[in-house]
């Protein structure tokens, strides 16, 4: 996984040792680049600001090397494309790998910012 836990999960979402036991932590040994500078949301729910907070706020792109392909897991009226590698990767200025969520929106599919 890139990250592990599940930010809905209090216990989860206050956990560093999440971040740092990921497949990405290893290029980027800062917990904080993880989660917004204006992100003050709790883990215990997004309308929160009570201890202990959420240690994460940024998304990466779920079309960028999925373990599974959404096109197998969910109905699309168009078909997403896959990026395995980086010459799948036709126009790069056109296509966001991380970013960062709306803190404020509750739930697992945020608006993005």
């Known amino acids: 996984m890139r990250v592990y836990g599940d930010i809905t999960i209090p216990l989860s979402a206050a956990n560093t040792d999440l ?3 990921g497949l990405l932590f290893p290029y980027s040994k800062n917990v904080a680049l993880y989660k917004s500078p204006a992100d003050r949301r709790s883990a215990l729910s ?4 009570a201890m202990p907070a959420s240690v994460r706020s940024m998304s990466m792109n779920g079309w960028m090397n999925p373990i599974q392909s959404w096109n197998t897991t969910r109905a699309h009226s168009i078909p997403g494309r896959d990026f395995r590698k980086q010459t799948d990767i036709l126009k790069p200025a056109g296509i966001f790998t991380f970013i ?6 509750a739930g697992p599919h945020r608006r993005l910012l």
């Open 100 to 105: 960062d969520e709306n803190h404020r929106a």
């Open 19 to 21: 971040i740092k036991v």
């Open 46 to 49: 997004a309308s929160s600001t």
